[in-house]
């Protein structure tokens, strides 16, 4: 089955960026669409955002203004950026693949920590 | 967005019971999924379309309902059970879930 995992920093400044990468294996990113999902104790779990191979994107409203996701498919990787980051942006982040609106497979989470 | 609301919030119970989660759609939708999470873990995918179980679940869980109202149940709690379930609707984007309910050992 497919298998994720995310990478990137554990603490991120206020005002700056967040950036993460999903990495694909035991699969072809060429498959499926791929979403990242936060889960804060305030907010519980909410989709950020998806990206298909093809470069087809859906960003969730109330974060569009500041999300940029990509897709490498030479490197089976997709990224979020997060522009703007505070507090309430701390959370576990997970890449997961979607099929149909459903989850299928997620990665282990990447706990990012927002504070100076 | 579509608002999901679970009941109960919580629920203890003993190994060997039978267990009810409901969750409630603020607008009809056409598809739902479950997921069960465990403390330090990502959620996991049980049930899609409402009531197909994911390859390799236990046939102890099952899933029904339509419109704005559904439910997991689980039929014969097993120790591994114990953990937080959620609802989330795959009808249409962005894509919501419910606020949990935790199954916890009585």
């Known amino acids: 089955q497919v298998q994720l995992q995310e990478s990137g920093p554990g603490l991120v400044k206020p005002s700056e960026t967040l950036s993460l990468t999903c990495t694909v294996s035991?699969?072809?990113?060429?498959?499926?669409?791929w979403s990242w999902i936060r889960q804060s104790p305030g907010k519980g779990l909410e989709w950020i955002a998806y990206?298909?191979?093809?470069?087809?994107?859906n960003y969730n409203p109330s974060l569009k203004s500041r999300i940029t996701i990509s897709i490498d498919t030479s490197k089976n990787q997709f990224s979020l950026n997060l522009s703007y980051v505070a507090a309430a942006d701390t959370a576990v982040y997970y890449c997961?693949?979607?099929?149909?609106?459903?989850?299928?497979?997620w990665g282990q989470g990447a706990v990012v920590t927002v504070s100076s | 967005d579509i608002q999901m609301t679970q009941s109960p919030s919580s629920v203890s119970a003993s190994v060997g019971d039978k267990v009810t989660i409901t969750c409630r759609a603020s607008q009809g939708i056409n598809t739902l999924a479950w997921l069960q999470q465990k403390p330090g873990r990502a959620p996991k995918l049980l049930i899609y379309?409402?009531?197909i179980l994911q390859t390799g679940v236990p046939s102890r869980f099952s899933g029904s309902g339509s419109g704005t109202d559904f439910t997991l149940t689980i039929s014969t709690l097993q120790p591994e059970d114990f953990a937080t379930y959620y609802c989330?609707?795959?009808?249409?984007?962005?894509?919501?879930f419910g606020g949990g309910t935790k199954v916890e050992i009585k």
């Open positions: 997961a693949s979607s099929n149909s609106g459903r989850l299928d497979y």
């Open positions: 379309g409402a009531s």
């Open positions: 035991r699969g072809s990113i060429s498959s499926y669409y």
């Open positions: 989330q609707q795959a009808h249409t984007f962005p894509l919501t």
């Open positions: 990206i298909h191979h093809s470069g087809s994107t």
